[in-house]
């Protein structure tokens, strides 16, 4: 093992126990508990009105959020790419 590579080791270990912890176990979890139930779990979630409105309620805010962010986005780049500034080192 070269040194380069014992430094990216080192590097991407605390991402990895990072997102294994924080990310993976919970994930894995979530979908071995129901498993000693069977699918009744997830059906009895997604029947509850309140489960249920929260996922709605989820969905639209995320997808408004992202319409939102590709408006702006959009204009902000077109502004961007119209304008001429400092610091802006190829022109077309």
């Known amino acids: 093992?070269?040194?380069?590579?014992?430094?990216?080791?080192?590097?991407?270990?605390?991402?990895?126990?990072?997102?294994?912890?924080?990310w993976l176990l919970p994930v894995a979890r979530l979908f071995a508990l129901p498993a000693e139930k069977g699918w009744s779990t997830y059906f009895a979630v997604l029947t509850n009105s309140r489960y249920l409105q929260s996922l709605l309620n989820t969905l639209g805010l995320s997808l408004t959020i992202t319409i939102v962010t590709l408006l702006l986005g959009g204009l902000?780049?077109?502004?961007?790419?119209?304008?001429?500034?400092?610091?802006?080192?190829?022109?077309?």
């Open 76 to 92: 902000v780049g077109i502004t961007l790419a119209r304008q001429k500034f400092v610091g802006r080192c190829c022109d077309p």
């Open 1 to 22: 093992m070269t040194a380069h590579s014992r430094l990216l080791a080192a590097c991407v270990a605390p991402a990895v126990a990072f997102f294994a912890a924080f």
